[in-house]
């Protein structure tokens, strides 16, 4: 079992940047797919980015290409997601997943472990 804590969120302008944390515990070992998602009032669970348990291959949403970068240091069992260039549309509570693949899937359901969420906020 692997237990998800995210810490980061907050209020930003339009612009501004802010850096997501998300530390896991437990499990039988660090090598799992880590990713976040995230999900806004009224709408879908959506991917925005994955990070293979090497960091050596990475993946995100069309949406957040150029302006977010997704990172983990395994010393630490923690991944990264810098938020550069946000844009209210961004607005979301974004959520830490983790599972044991070497695939880096862009679909909720494929994650085991989650975590309960920070929330982002970006204003105009």
């Known amino acids: 079992q692997v237990q998800l804590v995210e810490s980061g969120g907050g209020l930003v302008q339009a612009g501004g940047s802010l850096r997501l944390s998300c530390a896991a515990s437990?499990?039988?070992?660090?090598?799992?797919?880590m990713g976040w998602f995230r999900q806004a009032p009224g709408k879908e669970r959506e991917f925005v980015a994955a990070?293979?348990?090497?960091?050596?291959?990475?993946l995100y949403a069309d949406s957040v290409k150029g302006r977010f970068t997704i990172s983990r240091d395994n010393a630490k069992n923690t991944v990264y997601l810098q938020m550069n260039s946000l844009k209210p549309e961004d607005t979301a509570v974004y959520i830490c997943?983790?599972?044991?693949?070497?695939?880096?899937?862009?679909?909720?359901?494929?994650?085991?472990?989650w975590g309960q969420g920070t929330q982002v906020t970006v204003s105009s």
């Open positions: 437990g499990g039988t070992s660090s090598s799992y797919v």
């Open positions: 997943a983790a599972d044991y693949t070497i695939v880096m899937y862009t679909t909720s359901t494929k994650y085991r472990y």
């Open positions: 990070i293979s348990w090497r960091a050596d291959n990475t």
